[in-house]
């Protein structure tokens, strides 16, 4: 069945722990709940007491009433019996309870802890991840993992009571009880004979699990192209083929698991013969009573049923350890972007510059070589280029969302690796290609660039931008929700929703990958005139698509596959008539008013 792992290889950040590492892990998180836990003790023992005190009344009822059968012995044993009922509910409610409670407080805690851990993950680890496999880890794995103590403390009840019920065997008779306590071995080896192979089997269900969780969130994520080139199909049939992997492992792992019990029953039968045989030998020599007998058997059913309950217990313990490896995995996944200082700034000056800088994302993808370039403080840069000549490298690298290999990054004259990154970016403005918008209003995407900001200030910065009459052309002005990922609103006002919260972020540095889809001329210039707010005063860098734009920059840096091949300002580089003219030829004349009204003349 090996085409059944095809597409369930581990993660680049997964790594193994032993079963010592991951319980020690697992006991870290429930460490502060010693004292639920230790109730929980408590109630398990009186639990586990009830139950095993049934059969010792009952074996005694037994024994009296062979002797005297008399009513009030049969109402004493069965009041006391339902006495033994009713305390063992009590203790087992308030067990499963506390339980629940510690449970949940540990979910809660270790799913902020993954999530905190994910978020400052840099970006080339979300390059390599797909969102579905990480939620799946965040969510399910996250439960799997706390639910392993869930089913340590359901062992431990029937453990406790059949440890119970060996000290009082022991006083009634040593040579049967030795022989009960000598199968358990046989049973207990066999079940853990299955240890590696259940943790394998558990570690591929989990794996295609997350591998359709991610098909999933990338279908509904791309619905809208899907049904526009007519894909839905193909979509269904891509989620077929992992369902059908899913049912694949999903045997396997059913087979594995289960195979275990009819080998463990076997054991559990030849023991309960031998057991039976032996007591019913002594019944007839007169070593042991009737109601004895009873209590030998009732205690090899109490005795057996926690041993047939190891392989049921051992595949989901596996199912949690799994799960913990899953998710200890995602906590210690090793940064790429190291910090080697911490240097708290409150303000930045603006000055950004690149020393012989190597940057490549993997040994065959280099992107910069031995590259040199100085931003002055206030100065607008424009980076033109064709696609894959570095531009966009070059914005991630001064936001240090990667590492760089060899060379420096200076930001004004300090190496960006010494600098506290939290105080770093809350300098930096930074408007993507495809501006994101949280599924809220307007004005709330507007505030997350200060949580701070007072109302006035946000509507404030909106009107900034064409005196906010972009806000009329919206159903409710401010308050419109922009739907999921901002799908309600159009590509030029989410980016006017990404420049105001960018001027009420009032950044020191303003990094811009402009749009290059297309947007109607008075989108355009109100996008410019909050270009021009957010480009006053500031550093800015912008990789450029509009013509507007490039015009207006101080300066303009031609890349060629990581190269600067031109340096200059927009007539200069014309005049030069190099690879600035080929790329205002191919990208930017036709935005310009001069070919706009030849192709009118034309027509």
Sequence with gaps: MGFILDGLDTESYDRQYSDKDLVKGILHY????????????????????????????????????????????????????????????????????ISAEVIGRVVLNIRSKVLEKT????????????????????????????????????????FVMVFIIIIFLFAVDWQLTFILIAMAPVAVFIALGFRKMARKVTQQAKRVTAKINAEIQESISGITIAKNFRKEMALYQSFKESNQQAFQVGIRRGIVINVIFPLISIAAGLGTGVVAVTAGMKVLEGQMSAGQ???????????????????????????GLSAAERVFALIDREPKVVQTGNTKISQLKGNIR?????????????????????IPQGQTLAIVGHTGAGKSSLARLILRFYEFQQGDLLIDEENIKNLDLGAYRRRIGFVPQDPFLFSSTVFDNIRYGNEDALEEDIIKAANMIGQGKWLDDLAEGIKTHVGQRGTSLSMGQRQLVALARIILKNPDIFILDEATASVDPFTEVQIQEGLDQIMEKRTSVIIAHRLSTVKKANRIIVLHQGRIIEDGKHQELLDQKGHYAELYNTYFRHQSLEYINQIGQNT
Excluded: C
């Design 30 to 97: 429930f460490s502060p709940e010693k004292t639920a836990i230790l109730w929980i003790i408590i109630t398990l023992t009186l639990n586990s007491l009830m139950g095993s005190l049934g059969p010792i009344i009952i074996s005694r009822a037994i024994d009296e009433l062979a002797k005297n059968f008399t009513l009030s012995i049969t109402l004493l044993a069965a009041g006391g019996i339902a006495i033994i009922g009713i305390l063992g509910w009590v203790f087992n409610y308030l067990r499963q309870k």
């Design 119 to 158: 978020i400052t993950h840099d970006l080339s680890f979300y390059d390599d991840i797909p969102s579905g496999k990480i939620v799946s880890r965040i969510t399910s794995d996250t439960q799997d993992f706390a639910n392993v103590v869930g089913l340590v403390i359901d062992f431990l009840s029937q």
């Design 293 to 319: 007998w009873y209590l030998f058997m009732a205690a090899v059913g109490y005795f057996w049923w926690p041993i047939l309950n190891i392989a049921s217990f051992w595949s989901q313990f596996q199912d």
């Design 354 to 374: 690149f020393k012989n800088l190597h940057f490549a994302y993997s040994d065959k993808e280099k992107v910069l070589e031995d590259f040199t370039l100085d």
